[in-house]
């Protein structure tokens, strides 16, 4: 693991205890276990984020090299809520897979709660990232 991934992974670690509501996407007429495409990007490339995630899921990967921890949080009602933290290793648009368990349901809604830029600081103010969740 590079000295950048450690950096970021320790700073964006303390993040995964924060709540925040989520952004929803649109359904499809395929269904049956499969993947779904998250991207986060915004006006300065992105070294890392914690993202919250409610829906179902089987797993996560980064579509960049770097690395990313899943976790779940205590059930909060009937929709399992997670979090994700997701460094790449190249700042840029943040690409990732999820694995669902039917691609024809409800996406998961994702909210970036947390993210860093380039020079792995936080920055100060995620709402004006971009989240696209499809199929």
């Given amino acids: 693991m590079s000295a950048r ?15 925040s509501p989520g ?5 499809d007429d395929s269904s049956g276990p499969g993947t779904v495409t998250v991207t986060v990007e915004g006006s300065t490339p992105l070294g890392g984020a914690v993202l919250d995630i409610r829906g179902k899921l089987e797993g996560a990967e980064s579509l960049h090299a770097g690395w990313s921890l899943l976790e779940p949080l205590p059930n909060q ?3 399992p809520v997670y979090r994700l933290l997701v460094v790449q290793e190249v700042a840029g ?31 100060p103010a995620v709402g004006g990232l971009d989240v696209r969740v499809k199929r």
């Fill in 5 to 19: 991934v450690g950096r970021i992974r320790g700073a964006l670690l303390v993040a995964l205890a924060l709540v």
């Fill in 23 to 27: 952004v929803t996407a649109c359904s």
């Fill in 77 to 79: 009602g009937s929709t």
């Fill in 93 to 123: 648009t943040l690409s990732l897979s999820l694995s669902v368990p039917d691609v024809g349901g409800d996406l998961p809604a994702v909210t970036v709660l947390q993210a860093s830029g380039a020079d792995d600081r936080r920055l």
